[in-house]
């Protein structure tokens, strides 16, 4: 019988890694080698020699609470002792049926019925798929989807498409359908309303008037972009365009697997915007960061136009694990986890932390753009065009603040914390200090050239 062997010599399990191990968005030729992590606690994370790290990135923003949090954990070994998995087609069980009320009773009415799957991608994939047939269940074939200029959906083809002007795609562009972009007026700190904001609403309005009869649905992640580099946008802007939107009865999605579950401060970045998308997509922090799970929210006009007598107006679409038993549990945990650890309250704790940081960050002259929306906190490094002096700077500072016990992730040059919600203010503040330090460091490096920066 193969065991498990946890105990794996540290070369010998980055040998087998090089050979068997497909990394995403890994470049695997210049990689430097990956971290051999062993276990999480908290917001740490330890490495095969024992080494600690602050997890600086929540682990690509799925963590809530903490790693290896033991309410969580234990909430999923009951579950996998008494119902593991079963299709959901013809069954049910009462964790998915919980969880959807949950989650119902969270999200701004009156999105009401909840479509089960299996990450971020497969989340957005649903809700494209449930606006294109709520047409054409109608007898109506529209064609066109607006998308934000810059914006990340996922990884699947139709997640893909939504994102297609982001320019990730290159490899696979001439396969993407055709989704046209709303110019995306972000702004920072200090940047208030701008000129922007009024061109791209007037670039909506003219384009409404022209092709909103044949829009499918407008598709955004409210307030934040993230793989785009953590772009904000104002509440009262994106109000704006989704009441544009919404008027000519054209379903909004709101892509929320990045922002949900606090991360911008209101339980769900759609409160702040002030209104309610007609389909909400919802991964990452789902299940507090335990297990792969997404799911898609509609409103019930959307729900209703896929009743019918005629089983072709279903929507036909599921995953083997869609509702698996073990996620459900782990999101309900996390769930109850935000009332027993009061985390809407810690996040606003966090969030003053970041606010007084990134002040004092933001004299650092190679600091630009300094943002924040919640707790996720972000600038950009500032990059000389002519010299390349900076280019890959993003890639050298991650490689660099490793080496001090914190993960960071930059995205090109943008620099950004998002951290779990357990964090302890002493570990920010210095994981900031790191920052600051290697931001030093950097300026003395000038004219040092690197090559490839980090994706994602
Ligand atoms: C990460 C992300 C996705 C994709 O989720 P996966 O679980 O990685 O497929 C989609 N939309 C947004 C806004 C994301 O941040």
Request: proline share 5%.
């Amino acid at each position: 019988m193969t065991r498990l062997k946890t105990a794996i010599p540290k070369s010998e399990l980055l040998a087998q890694d090089h050979q068997h191990c497909w990394h995403p968005f890994t470049q695997a030729q210049t990689a430097a080698p990956p971290i051999p992590m062993v276990r999480g606690e908290r917001e740490f994370l330890f490495d095969a020699d024992g080494k600690r790290y602050f997890d600086g990135v929540s682990s690509w923003w799925v963590n809530l609470h903490g790693h290896a949090h033991p309410v969580i954990a234990e909430a999923i070994a009951q579950q996998a002792r008494t119902l593991e998995q079963v299709m959901f087609a013809g069954i049910t069980h009462a964790p998915a049926v919980q969880l959807a009320q949950a989650l119902v009773q969270r999200a701004p009415a009156p999105l009401q019925h909840v479509f089960y799957t299996d990450n971020g991608s497969t989340a957005v994939e649903v809700a494209l798929k449930m606006a294109a047939q709520y047409w054409r269940n109608q007898g109506q074939l529209r064609q066109r989807f607006l998308a934000f200029e810059g914006a990340y959906h996922g990884d699947t083809f139709g997640a893909m498409a939504a994102g297609r002007s982001s320019g990730f795609y290159t490899p696979f562009e001439d396969w993407l359908f055709a989704v046209d972009s709303l110019p995306y007026p972000h702004t920072w700190q200090g940047h208030g309303p701008s000129a922007d904001e009024a061109e791209s609403l007037a670039w909506l309005d003219q384009y409404l008037l022209e092709h909103g009869s044949e829009l499918v649905a407008f598709i955004a992640e409210p307030l934040v972009q993230g793989a785009a580099g953590m772009r904000m946008v104002r509440p009262a802007y994106l109000r704006a365009v989704v009441e544009r939107v919404q008027a000519q009865g054209i379903p909004v999605i709101f892509d929320e697997v990045m922002t949900g579950f606090g991360r911008t401060g209101t339980f769900f970045a759609s409160e702040q915007v002030g209104v309610a998308p007609d389909l909400l997509c919802l991964s990452k922090g789902l299940t507090g960061g335990f297990l792969p799970m997404g799911a898609t929210l509609a409103q019930p006009h959307i729900y209703q136009a896929f009743l019918s007598d005629d089983v072709g107006k279903a929507l036909l679409h599921g995953h083997s694990y869609t509702a698996n038993p073990l996620g459900c549990a782990a999101a309900l945990a996390s769930l109850q986890l935000f009332e027993e650890e009061q985390t809407l309250a810690r996040i606003q704790a966090q969030a003053a932390v970041h606010t007084e940081q990134l002040a004092r960050l933001a004299q650092h002259p190679r600091v630009q753009r300094v943002r924040q929306s919640g707790t996720i906190a972000a600038f950009d490094l500032q990059v000389n065009e002519q010299n390349q002096y900076g280019a890959g700077a993003g890639t050298w500072l991650r490689e660099r603040a490793a080496q001090q016990g914190v993960l960071l992730r930059p995205l090109g040059n943008c620099i950004y914390f998002i951290a779990p919600y357990c964090t302890a203010n002493e570990t920010l503040i210095q994981a900031y200090q790191v920052v600051s330090t290697l931001l030093d460091e950097l300026a003395e490096r000038q004219g040092e050239s690197r090559i490839a920066s980090d994706f994602f």
